[in-house]
């Protein structure tokens, strides 16, 4: 069974940093692609970031796009989301996902193909 766990989120001033840490269990972290996603109250869960097994390909969502910086760390089984340039419409529950299929380099912006999900980890902007 994989688990993951999201840490990071908090409060913090429209224009700041924030970064995201997941933390996934297992051996097999450096197979899968990961994502992050996220949803605002009274809104549908919307993809943010992801990249491929190897770290070398990404995507992002255009409303992050050149604010947002996603990147893994196989050795640590850990994936990173590092948030600059803060925005009131980031304020969000933020969750990592990992890929059901292994080496996967496409359609990673699509909730159905991760098979596993974090917690999640409350992310607040204040403007």
């Known amino acids: 069974q994989v688990q993951l766990v999201e840490s990071g989120g908090g409060l913090e001033q429209a224009g700041g940093s924030m970064r995201l840490s997941c933390a996934a269990s297992?051996?097999?972290?450096?197979?899968?692609?990961m994502g992050w996603f996220r949803q605002a109250p009274g809104k549908e869960r919307q993809f943010v970031a992801a990249i491929n097994n190897r770290g070398d390909v990404t995507y992002y969502a255009d409303s992050v796009k050149g604010r947002f910086t996603i990147s893994r760390d196989n050795t640590k089984n850990t994936v990173y989301l590092q948030m600059n340039g803060l925005k009131f419409e980031d304020t969000a529950v933020y969750y990592c996902a990992r890929d059901s299929m292994p080496r996967r380099w496409t359609g990673l912006g699509k909730a159905e193909v991760y098979g596993y999900w974090g917690q999640g980890t409350q992310v607040t902007v204040s403007s």
């Open positions: 297992g051996r097999t972290f450096s197979v899968f692609a």
